[in-house]
Structure formats: structure tokens, C-alpha cells
């Protein structure tokens, strides 16, 4: 499997959970990486993204200015910090690889997936 995330769990709102994905790819590092989400009767959406060197960071609107994306390259993993939880947070969350070398926020553009780790925020 070549993704593999981990750290999903139940929170109260208001709570912080981190997540990571590890990875078993070759080219880990010379990739791009993203989160999606997907709640249920909704569609995949995009969270955040970061470039291989993890010096440009991309974030939905939705989530900015409380969760931050990162990579360990040497441990060939890449990591979702999640503060500041919502209900509406909710969802399984998944880390991915785009086919090419940019990021996009369309799930479309993204060729490896891992299986997905449920997030629950209560209220």
C-alpha cells in the first residue's frame, strides 16, 4: 500500500488532532503531496497541499489559519496538523499524490490515494 494515513479519531470542537501519511513511494520526495476530505452524500475536497521541499503550502479556504500541512522527507511522511476543530470538519480525510508535478484541488488530478482515516468532531 503505498499510503498509509493514521491518527483520525473523535474530538470535541475546539480540540486538535494530527494526522500523517505514510508513505512507501520512491519518489516521495520529489512529489507533491495533498488532503482531501470527504463527508458523507458529499464530494472529495480539497484541504491542503505542500511541494516537495515543503516550501510552498496551499490551503482551503475553510481551514486556513488552523490546520498546517508538512512533510518529513527523510521519514517519507506528510503530516495534517488539525486545531481549533468544527462538527463540520467531520469527515474521512486522505492523503495523496498528484499524477504530475504540480498540486491542483481537484481530486481528479491526483493519482495515489491512501485508504482514508475518519475524523469526528462532536459538538
Not at 520529489?30 to 476530505?37: A, D, I, L, P, V
Amino acid at each position: 500500500v503505498p499510503l498509509v494515513e493514521s491518527g483520525g479519531g473523535l474530538v470535541h470542537a475546539g480540540g486538535s488532532l494530527r494526522l500523517s501519511c505514510a508513505a512507501s513511494l520512491r519518489t516521495f520526495s520529489s512529489y507533491f503531496m495533498g488532503w482531501f476530505r470527504q463527508a458523507p452524500g458529499k464530494e472529495r475536497e480539497f484541504v491542503a497541499a505542500i511541494s516537495w521541499s515543503g516550501g510552498s503550502r496551499y490551503y482551503a479556504d475553510s481551514v486556513k489559519g488552523r490546520f498546517t500541512i508538512s512533510r518529513d522527507n527523510a521519514k517519507n511522511t506528510v503530516y495534517l496538523q488539525m486545531n481549533s476543530l468544527k462538527p463540520e470538519d467531520t469527515a474521512v480525510y486522505y492523503c495523496a499524490r498528484p499524477a504530475g508535478a504540480d498540486w491542483s484541488t481537484h481530486a481528479a488530478d491526483y493519482r495515489t490515494w491512501g485508504q482514508g482515516t475518519q475524523v469526528t468532531v462532536s459538538t
